[in-house]
């Protein structure tokens, strides 16, 4: 089990880049593929970003592609979420959370069993 928190959230403008990262406490955190989820108010929760244990392997929901990159670094336990060009559908609580399981690359919340509090951003049109 891991512990997270999110830090980096704010209010921007629409067009504007904003860095969440995802800091990780605990053991092994480098066995644990990293996803970020996103909740807009009256919305479901839905995937945006995941990346395996390596980090070599990230993969995106179709909607942020070309905009957002996500990345870690083990040796500081450390997942960032590059957030660029921002929208103001963008806008949401953003939510890290770790995954043992093999089938992480789905992106299903449910594959996810560590989750941070979450981390708000505002976009301004």
């Known amino acids: 089990q891991v512990h997270l928190v999110e830090s980096g959230g704010g209010l921007v403008q629409a067009g504007d880049s904003l860095r969440l990262s995802c800091a990780a406490s605990?053991?092994?955190?480098?066995?644990?593929?990293v996803g970020w989820f996103r909740q807009a108010p009256g919305k479901e929760r839905e995937f945006v970003a995941v990346i395996d244990w390596s980090g070599d392997s990230p993969y995106y929901a179709d909607f942020v592609k070309g905009r957002f990159t996500i990345s870690r670094d083990n040796a500081k336990n450390m997942v960032n979420l590059q957030m660029n060009s921002l929208k103001p559908e963008d806008a949401a609580n953003y939510y890290c959370a770790a995954s043992g399981r093999p089938t992480w690359y789905f992106g299903r919340a449910s594959d996810f069993a560590s989750w941070g509090p979450g981390a708000q951003v505002t976009v301004s049109s």
């Open positions: 605990g053991r092994m955190f480098s066995n644990y593929a």
